[in-house]
Structures are given as C-alpha cells and as structure tokens.
C-alpha cells in the first residue's frame, strides 16, 4: 500500500478540514465537555477557530484527500494576537457564557500541567471515522515529529481517552500527567521527548 500524501493545508480546504475534525470528535469525553449538548453547532466553530489560527502559519497538516488533520501550535506561540482575539471572540459569542466557562476551565487545568520549556503543542489530531485504520493519522503526525527531533524540541497534547493515549504512547509520547478539569473527563497530557543527542 502506498504511504499517504501528507501536506500543509490550504486555506480554501476549510470547509472540508472542519468537516473530517467535527466527524472525528464526535464522540469524545472532552469534548463533549467543551460543547455540552451543542456539540452538532459549537464543534464546527471551534474546528474552525482552531484552523484560522493554525493554518496562516503553516501549522495544519493534512493528508491529500483531507480525511485527517492535524493542528499544530509551534513552539514560538507564533499566533497573531489580533487574528487569535477575533477568531475566540467569535466563539464565545455563539457558544455562550455556559460554554465559555467551561472553555476556560480546561485552559486553566491544562496551564497548570503544561511545560514552561518550548514544545510542539498538538491540539487536533483527526481521521474522518470511515478511514481510521488505514495509518494516516500516524503519517500526518510525521513531519512536525521529525522536525521536533531534528531540533531536539519536545511535543505535547492531552487527550481524555485511553484509547487515544495508547495510540500516542507507541508514537513515543511516554511522559503523562493528569490534568485536573472540575467536572470534566479523566484528562492526560502528553509529552514525547526529543531523543538524546549523540555523543
């Protein structure tokens, strides 16, 4: 079997990147924390705030026929403040204050666990649920990992699902802590260690 194409995201591909991450997502505990009963209308606008902060800098890789993605945030925090503001004010004025609450909540827990060092910050990774299995998620996580490795900088992301910590703790993410959210899932944040350098 061929190795998927796995490349930078376009701005046009959008629409169809929110679609695979929203299908993706739909059943999991933290998120569903984030949207409540809203999931079906609040998790398009979150994808898509995510994307318009990510993609500008380059940081969405997806694979050729956009059944996975992948969001990164560059160890830089490379987000333009103006740009970061719109894309959450829009968010939150059609989330709700409900929602908004709960948004910051998880932010909070996750301050508190995450490193002060710089580190590749993974914050979507997806694969539309009728193509999972085919090893595309690992093959969009490829090229951020390789760099990351390249420049002996750390990676990062949390996740509330086991299954999802197993698959990231064969890719190397070995290092967990519990990210205490009030009234959220059970929430792990991962590190994977960029490898020693050779003597």
Known sequence: ????????????????????????????P???FLMGEEYERLAPEFVGAL????????NVWVSDDLATAAMWESPSGDDDEQRTKKAWARYVSLAGEEAHE??????????AVCPADPYWYLGVLATHPAR??????????????????????PCCL?????????????????ESTEAV??????????????PEPLA
């Open 1 to 28: 079997m061929m190795s998927p194409v796995i490349r930078r995201a376009l701005p046009g591909e959008r629409g169809e990147v929110v679609a695979t991450v929203t299908a993706a997502f739909a059943e999991d």
């Open 30 to 32: 933290g998120w569903a």
């Open 51 to 58: 994307f318009d902060l990510r993609a500008p800098g380059g």
């Open 102 to 111: 709960r948004l910051v909540a998880y932010k909070t827990a996750l301050a």
């Open 132 to 153: 999972q299995g085919e090893g595309l998620a690992t093959a969009a996580l490829m090229p951020i990992l390789d760099e990351a490795d390249r420049l002996g900088i």
């Open 158 to 174: 949390e996740t509330s699902t086991v299954v999802n910590r197993r698959f990231y703790e064969r890719r190397g993410f070995l």
């Open 181 to 194: 959210i009030p009234a959220g899932p059970p929430t792990w944040w991962l590190r994977r260690a960029p």
